[in-house]
T-cell receptor, first 111, second 111 residues
């Protein structure tokens, strides 16, 4: 069965610093992968998705993620953090018609 | 824009009550989902539906049931609410197994 592991439940960065949120997946078939963001007291919003078209995927708000099959990873990055990026981030993998989520990483951004 | 609407943002119910959480989507999606979100556990799938009157158990269906009489509406039912069902409940819809679109969530407290 497919699963997703997010390393680090909390990540703290300074404003302007690189953001790196880690996600590893297990999948017996080529995966469809997603990153979602959740702001306080809101639902989840799609940041970006990988559907095998290109290994480097660009999303909203300056985020991007790179699919690395050899490492079974789909890490999320942003070159320069902004205070408004503080939120919880979830990686997910599609399994049949369902989305399987990781446990989430809370990003804090300090001024 | 896809809109997924959950009927309540906040609910407080008593132990033993029957609780209905309603979700409506406006994009004619075949698939609808109910997730439960708890700190440190991420999103866990309770039930999903891939067509009217069709449903499938997710990872944690115990204590819950669902109803989908119309394509746009998917209801989650807590037959007899218990304190361990205090949580954030998220409804989502999607098509073709790609990304899911989420509602704003219902924060349920059972006292």
């Amino acid at each position: 069965a497919q699963s997703v592991t997010q390393l680090g439940s909390h990540v703290s960065v300074s404003e302007g610093a690189l953001v790196l949120l880690r996600c590893n997946y297990s999948s017996s078939v080529p995966p469809y992968l997603f990153w979602y963001v959740q702001y306080p007291n809101q639902g989840l919003q799609l940041l970006l998705k990988y559907t095998s078209a290109a290994t480097l995927v660009k999303g909203i708000n300056g985020f991007e993620a790179e699919f690395k099959k050899s490492e079974t990873s789909f890490h999320l990055t942003k070159p320069s953090a902004h205070m408004s990026d503080a939120a919880e981030y979830f990686c997910a993998v599609r399994y049949t018609d369902k989305l399987i989520f990781g446990t989430g990483t809370r990003l804090q951004v300090f001024p | 824009d896809v809109k997924v609407t959950q009927s309540s943002r906040y609910l407080v119910k008593r132990t033993g009550e029957k609780v209905f959480l309603e979700c409506v989507q406006d994009m004619d999606h075949e698939n609808m989902f109910w997730y439960r979100q708890d700190p440190g556990l991420g999103l866990r799938l309770i039930y999903f539906s891939y067509d009217v009157k069709m449903k499938e158990k997710g990872d944690i269906p115990e204590g819950y049931s669902v109803s989908r009489e119309k394509k746009e509406r998917f209801s989650l039912i807590l037959e007899s609410a218990s304190t361990n069902q205090t949580s954030m409940y998220l409804c989502a819809s999607g098509t073709g197994g790609h990304e899911a679109f989420f509602g704003q969530g219902t924060r349920l407290t059972v006292v």
